[in-house]
């Protein structure tokens, strides 16, 4: 929302270009009053959804503007919601149509320190009053003071010793009674029902679009209601997908009563012509119908407002509120709630009640609405302050806690591990196939198997993780990782350790993505999830070179078992821990709920197509890296014209799905983000570059300089040591150097790599040639690693973090699966036509690797064009998201 004002600025406070009037700073904070957040909902735009308000703001008609009310004093104080409150404020007789502002109160330090305070968090305050009565000054702050700025702001500032002191508070006014509330057939076809409730929305929206300019974070937003400010939040969480953006993601409900289980759309069937045709009379309208409505003086609706609701709210009753209708409400909130279609929110939804409302106002006499919330919202909780505000946000220079630190360290450690056992195969694999008489039809199985069952599962895993959330599906798939790891040192024959190979696969595709989706969830975005990133793309290249090396020393000295043994202990005792760091997890009632939502929130079809299309294709090129006449069998033919029409019909059933709305996959829109697309491209040619230069050096020391597993492992050291310092490097640098050099310079440094390779002779000192092209070899791919997180986690909005994190580790995972089998392909064919009558004889290998790496030279060459265009105007990324 871009709105130029001429708003008032007082001392250091900053012109925000948004209108209202700074406040005098009081405490610890300072206040921006009377921001227009829509336009004056009169004419046209009356009964209807409110609008982005003028280029030049208007400032209010009053200091203090209400929205008109039904209830009035007299009544209020007959039939008191509030033992404290018999009557309203003397500013509450400044009722206006044009009552639609926010005030927005910030820490005062803000501005005296504007490098320290950023990304705070935001707490959005929606006022009860049974849709009838109330307004953003609705307390008297001398009585009531928690509710007010200053009350909240106090508050956090004393919690946990003073470390938790910076947040920014917003509060506005809604439309109220018939103006916010009218409801019906006549309206879903001629107005906007349920205007109160979109004005809300219009409230968070200008917290999106505004509020990192005094530095909140629109990304970390808790709303928090009372009474019918809380029933509202619930109809909130359960908008339909298409137009419920992700404006918050914390919820606090503070006595919400009953209104989220009431149908009113009966009922306002009958109050809306009541109301139209008493308009139509004072108005002295032709005709009762919607233009009446919208044109009629502004002093006749407020009267007919009182006449019709006000007898009934002086009996107790609540008239209005949200009712169901065909956009906004298409159901009720608490079936759809229970059935597992609200939004996600991380910490989950709080909710408690405030004295004497939880007796007062519930859906039977003298039961607590806490009840009602806990039958619908099973899992939330009432620690109020944890979750409107942020761990430690200006005591730690990277914005997160401890605990997430653990988190970071516990989802990176199972990464490190998985890749250590992969490290293992690759340099071991020659001792492997003695010992247990590996065929070479199997010979290089244990090592692709991983990627082809983990590429072919991981959109569906992760697909499913967004649904029944990532905590279940990632300690599931952990725990199935130490397993079937444990149970690849315990194989005794090659087929047994080619089965539970594709098992370890399937599990770490349920990890992948979950880990993606935790960070995205715990870290805020900028160079803390830089760092993050970093973090996981470290472990995977760090635990894959420590299974080489050490992986070495097992095979010559206790034996290749080992090194299955040892990550897979730690796998188990790793996830031990995670039952602990990671959130709690969901209760029966809410876990029916998601399991309820994974058949409707999953696109099934869309991960069957993709999923089995890639899955037969890295099996096709996984047998043909065996035997390359393979290709010539009728099976082989079967499977992959099957793989390449699955993945050609992929497109055509999101388009299906899209115009149905129903979930798709991964929108075809997507793909016409140019960054995205490059980025995909790039990550797939350098994993398949880097891990399969990691696998073509091992052989090329071993079988043609014939030199051990540890002297192997020895020279693949230097490629773990600079990956490391440029992990580190590229998660505190990334968002300061366009993206398209730091790709660009990678890909051409990693392409030196296989150039070397194919050009030094055996015969060479290591450290004239294959040193260099170990140091250049991780470049691009540790890089693109950090990069590739941060674009396609950006791709997609935040409830869809897993399936994120799925494409992305599906990319890569492919690029693995395609890069060894192609390589071993052109590997075994240019072997086979060597002259040399021993095909297993150095010289006849070493043509075939020299081969291998020609064609990965090429494959880097064209990362190098992909990057050259398709991140010419990307910019930089990995910002901060203001």
């Not at 206006?96 to 820490?107: A, H, K, M």
């Not at 709920?593 to 037969?616: C, E, Q, R, Y």
Request: glycine letters at 8%; charged letters at 15%.
């Amino acid at each position: 929302m871009a709105v130029k004002t001429n708003a008032v600025a007082s001392n250091d406070r900053p012109d925000w270009n948004l209108g209202g009037v700074w406040g005098k700073a009081s405490g610890v904070k300072d206040t921006n009053n009377n921001i227009r957040y829509a336009s004056l909902p009169v004419g046209k735009l009356r009964f209807k959804a409110p609008e982005y308000p003028p280029s030049k703001n208007e400032p209010p008609p009053f200091p203090y503007p209400v929205c008109y009310q039904i209830a009035d004093s007299k009544c209020l104080a007959a039939n008191p919601f509030d033992e404290d409150a018999n009557c309203f404020p003397s500013y509450f007789a400044n009722q206006t149509e044009d009552c639609l502002f926010v005030d927005v109160y910030v820490p005062a330090k803000i501005f005296k320190s504007p490098h320290q305070l950023k990304d705070l968090p935001v707490v959005l305050w929606i006022s009860g009053g049974a849709y009838m009565f109330g307004s953003k000054d609705q307390y008297d702050l001398s009585k009531v003071p928690f509710y007010s700025g200053d009350g909240i702001i106090n508050t956090a500032s004393r919690n946990n010793g003073g470390k938790r002191q910076s947040i920014i508070y917003v509060t506005g006014n809604y439309r109220l009674g018939a103006f916010g509330w009218l409801a019906g057939d006549y309206m879903e076809k001629n107005g906007d029902p349920n205007a109160g409730l979109i004005d809300q929305r219009a409230m968070m929206q200008f917290i999106r679009d505004q509020i990192g300019k005094i530095g909140g974070n629109p990304k970390q937003v808790s709303v928090w209601g009372e009474s019918a400010g809380a029933s509202s939040i619930m109809h909130h969480l359960t908008m339909p997908k298409n137009i419920r953006d992700p404006l918050f993601n914390r919820a606090i409900l503070m006595s919400p009563a009953y209104q989220w289980l009431w149908d009113r759309k009966g009922d306002m069937n009958d109050t809306f012509t009541q109301f139209l045709n008493n308009v139509a009379t004072q108005a002295k309208c032709a005709t009762a119908d919607m233009a009446c409505l919208q044109s009629t003086n502004s002093s006749v609706l407020p009267q007919v407002n009182r006449l019709i609701f006000q007898k009934q709210a002086c009996d107790g009753a609540m008239p209005l509120g949200p009712a169901v209708n065909g956009s906004t409400i298409p159901t009720l909130a608490a079936n759809s709630y229970t059935k597992g279609q609200g939004i996600d929110l991380t910490p989950p939804t709080h909710h408690g009640h405030t004295t004497p409302l939880h007796t007062r106002i519930s859906s039977s006499p003298n039961t607590d609405t806490n009840d009602n919330s806990t039958t619908t919202i099973p899992d939330a909780s009432i620690d109020v302050n944890a979750s409107i505000e942020d761990d430690d946000t200006t005591s730690s220079s990277l914005g997160v806690g401890v605990r997430t630190a653990v988190i970071i360290f516990q989802l990176s450690a199972i990464n490190f591990l998985a890749s250590f056992a992969n490290g293992v195969i690759v340099v071991g694999l020659p001792a492997i196939a003695q010992d247990i008489s590996l065929s070479q039809e199997l010979y290089l199985w244990p090592s692709s198997i991983y990627g082809l069952t983990s590429g072919a599962a991981l959109l569906l895993a992760g697909s499913i993780a967004d649904v029944v959330g990532s905590r279940v599906v990632d300690l599931t798939g952990i725990v199935a990782a130490g397993v079937s790891t444990l149970a690849c040192g315990l194989s005794r024959t090659g087929v047994q350790l080619v089965i539970f190979r594709g098992f370890m696969g399937v599990a770490m595709s349920m990890h992948l993505p979950c880990s993606v989706s935790m960070v995205t969830q715990t870290v805020p975005s900028g160079k803390p999830r830089n760092i993050a990133f970093s973090c996981l793309g470290l472990s995977q290249p760090l635990g894959f070179s420590f299974g080489l090396v050490l992986g070495g020393v097992f095979v010559d000295t206790t034996g290749w078992r080992t090194g299955f043994y040892v990550p897979g202990a730690a796998i188990l005792a790793f996830a031990a821990l995670g039952f602990f760091v990671l959130a709690a997890p969901d209760t029966l009632t809410a876990t029916k709920g998601k399991l309820h939502g994974l058949k409707t929130k999953v696109d099934w079809v869309g991960a069957i197509i993709a999923s089995g299309g890639l899955a037969m294709l890295s099996y096709v090129l996984a047998v043909l890296s065996a035997d390359s006449e393979s290709i010539e069998k009728p099976n082989a033919i079967a499977l992959l014209v099957t793989s390449v029409v699955l993945m050609a019909a992929f497109p055509f059933w999101i388009r299906i799905q899209e115009r149905k709305r129903r979930p798709a996959l991964i929108p075809n829109s997507i793909w016409k983000n140019r960054a995205f697309t490059s980025v995909c491209v790039t990550v797939l040619l350098s994993t398949a570059v880097m891990n399969s230069m990691e696998l073509f050096s091992s052989l090329f020391f071993q079988e043609v300089q014939s030199l051990s597993a540890i002297q192997a492992s020895l020279r693949l050291l230097p490629a773990l040591i600079f990956g490391t310092v440029l992990n580190l490097s590229t998660g505190l640098l990334v968002d300061r150097l366009p993206v398209l050099w730091l790709v660009l310079v990678a890909s051409i440094c990693t392409a030196g790599s296989p150039l070397l390779m194919a050009l030094i002779s055996p015969r060479l000192d290591y450290w004239r040639g294959a040193f260099f092209a170990q140091v250049l070899e991780p470049t691009a791919g540790d890089i693109l690693y950090t990069v590739g997180l941060i674009v396609i986690s950006d791709g997609f909005p935040e409830q869809m973090q897993g399936l994120a994190g799925a494409v992305f580790s599906t990319v890569s995972q492919f690029g693995i699966s395609l890069g060894l089998s192609t390589m071993q392909v052109i590997s075994n064919l240019v072997t086979e036509e060597t002259k040399y009558r021993d095909k297993s004889s150095p010289p006849a290998l070493l043509k075939g690797y020299r081969a291998s790496f020609w064609a990965m030279f090429g494959a880097m060459i064209l990362s190098c064009f992909v990057a050259a265009f398709g991140f010419r105007k990307a910019g930089k990324v990995g910002l901060k998201r203001e």
